[in-house]
């Protein structure tokens, strides 16, 4: 998985990993594959931030790559052992 | 874009004028890179502070992505008196976040300026824009296959070199001290105009990053922790990776082996044995990288000292875990290591900890890949020790020397407990310094807690300051009472700095308590 080039993410497992998977496959934050989350889901979440997770601007993650994320994660499988998580 | 009504307005700034202005950015920038709906502005207001939202709402955010717009922009926030608040990633969390730092000031979002303008793999040097962050510049060298590493703070992915050394933030390799690195900057100052420092002002000159001083004053330190102008470009120097990298730990039982701890290591990091900054990390900051607050106690108030004892046995966790790590070729690293080893055996205190003992323990893992330069942001567990998003850095300077270090603890437990919060500290070894870095843990859902850590802090920054101490950084909502500590004729000297190159207190008002 390559830089990203002039803030354009090249699709949503790219967004995945270099962003939310730091927390998301560590423990930090609550797993999100497997769930079927759609991208309307993760969206206001993503925006507004939701408690001990931080917002992320357009500017970050813009509309497209959202939506991109969103597809991506729907149709990922869980993970066979959820990793040791002090998230929730 | 729409011309109102809008979020909020700046400070004496009518909601014709600022349509006016508006229209003015969207000239030129462009209709999809001029926010004020609220539904646009609203991941420009998370905070972490315990103050409401509504005192740091920005009235618009605007979206640069090219040093002539910066230039523009700054020339229409002149004619309407216009206070913008740059960004360049708008990761910082837990000293303000992405919001101004007052109500209606418009946020000048630099992200997607995000060039990596050069990286020379023989000098070590790197030229980059605001935006870009430490996983693209991580990645950039990475496919490149250049053998230079990075040196991050603990939001490494998602945060970057120019945003964070700006506000003078550290990080964990033998680069830590991000702004000492720091070689060359490129700012647009208030009245358009545009700065190269150092070297940056001969044309065509080809040692802007190598050569920090140039000729006359030197001015880089003036645009960090300021309002002075936007910094467009940042310059720095990277390391060159090493042979080999070994990172180890120490950990001490009790709470008073800070002091044998702090003075014992002090001669090797002052004489260059271990050459990063080290941390010597508190209990309950290395407890947050496993485990949460509730799995062991669900009351109000401060965590009982019982309760942190059974973590530490539960857990094998120490009173204080110390980590280094040394780099270098395998005998540079054998014959530190006989000196580390040595010293921490013959101080009788401390068991060592090595990579291949720590296995895959998430704590010394986590260190272990911000020390050598690593994207991880395993730390973040820190904002679930409580959860519910409030965080405060409380992070004064201290003497590396043992007794300063137990006073600050001590002093700091005390304050904490009294408003039912928790001491999760740790130091960051400058060498002579230390960055004693307290992170202010609250259920920011919970109003009684908000305000108890409202309290909690400003005795936090009074206590310390009666004792002789400082912060060496600090959120939004203290700013004004920081710059207070640090005496009338800083602010004085500050102010009229701010007054000779922005008569109109256009850029950052309030930034470090500077103002016109």
Known sequence: ?88 | MADGPYVALPPNVDQAAFTTAVRKFTEILGAENVLTAQEQLLPYMKIMMPVDEAQHAPSAALIATEVDQVQRIVRVCNEHRIPVWPISTGKNLGYGGTPPGSRGQVVLDLKRMNRIIDVDPDLCTALVEPGVTYQQLYDYIEERKYRLWLDPPAPSAIVGPVGNTLDRGVGYGPYGEHFMFQCGMEVVLPNGELLRTGMGGIPNANTWQVFKWGFGPYLDGIFTQSNFGIVTKLGFWLMPAPDVYKPFAVSYPDEADIVPLVDSFRPLRIGGVIPNAMVFVGTLYEATATIRRSQYYSGKGATPEEVIRRIRQEHNIGAWTAYGALYGTKEQVDVSWKIVTDMVRGSGKGTIITEEEAKDNPAFRYRAELSRGNMTLQEFGLYNWRGGGGSMWFAPVSQARGSETLKQVQMATTILNKHGLDYVGEFIVGGRDMHHIIDVLFDRTDPEEMKAAHACFGELLDEFNRAGYGVYRVNTAFMDKVAESFGPVQRQVNQTLKRALDPNGIVAPGKSGIRV
């Open chain 1, 1 to 88: 998985l390559h830089a990203q080039a002039d803030g354009r993410w090249r699709d949503g497992e790219q967004v995945y990993v270099k962003v939310c998977g730091h927390c998301h496959e560590s423990g930090v934050g609550p797993v999100l594959k497997g769930r079927g989350l759609p991208a309307e889901a993760l969206a206001p979440i993503t925006r507004h931030g939701l408690s001990a997770m931080p917002a992320f601007r357009a500017a970050e993650i813009d509309d497209q790559a959202l939506q991109a994320l969103g597809d991506y994660l729907a149709q990922t499988p869980a993970p066979k052992a959820a990793p040791q998580s002090n998230g929730g």
